[in-house]
């Protein structure tokens, strides 16, 4: 389907903070559909700037307040009708960009999800963390706006949703020890967010729902089949989940543990 950068009006909406290593491919994924990219950076200390400069991007300085509010600060820059929100470890395979092309010309809803896949340590997962849905592709009419709780970003809108074909090819992950430290880190961030918004500590939490969340990856999703790739993503999904309710416990107990 051949249309011009014109026709198609598509914001490309991404925040960043050192993301010299991932970005140019991402941006190069999607540089045939998007007329306008926009970029907030969080300061960064490497070549993200140039190199998203360097494939037309408009870039804007913003402190990090977050990954709800950042992403919300990206997409109040677009300018276009349509908007594609990307994380700057994503890639587009052509047949997404194929069915992005053909949801803007058929406007047959207001909005589109994308199926999401990792590549991890040297391979595509097909069964971990499949499927993941997330709602990408939006019409700026339908109201978008991200909310849920840090690190855990969900796009809302107003309006009628759909799925595409082809996938976000996710290169989360350079290794096992990048992985793990993400794990920490998010789970660090998850407790902050859980705190703010008054969720308590609760011990059966910590007790069962890191064995829930391992059994409902590796195996009610088939994890196993993914090899060895599999049990290690599901075993990351358990330390997340017991590291999100034991940081929950220490900042609750912070005073009490100073003392």
Known sequence: MQLSKSEITLSVALISFNEEKNIGRTLES???????????????????????????AAV????????IAQKNIAISKCTNEWILTLDC???????????????????RADGFEINRKTYYLGKLLHYAWQPDWNLRLVKKSSSPVWKGLDPHDILKIEGKTGKLSGDLIHYSYSGLYNHFNKTIGYASTSAKSNLKFGRKFKLTNLLFNPIIAFFRLYVVRKGFLDGVRGLFAGFSTFVYTFLKYAFLWELEHKDNNEN
């Open 30 to 56: 999607i540089q045939s559909i998007a007329s306008e990219i926009i970029l907030i950076d969080s300061f960064s200390k490497d070549r993200t700037k140039e190199i998203a400069e360097s494939f037309g």
């Open 60 to 67: 804007y300085k913003e402190d990090f307040h977050g990954h």
């Open 89 to 107: 470890d994503e890639v587009a395979t052509p047949e997404l960009i194929n069915s992005i092309k053909e949801a803007i010309i058929s406007k």
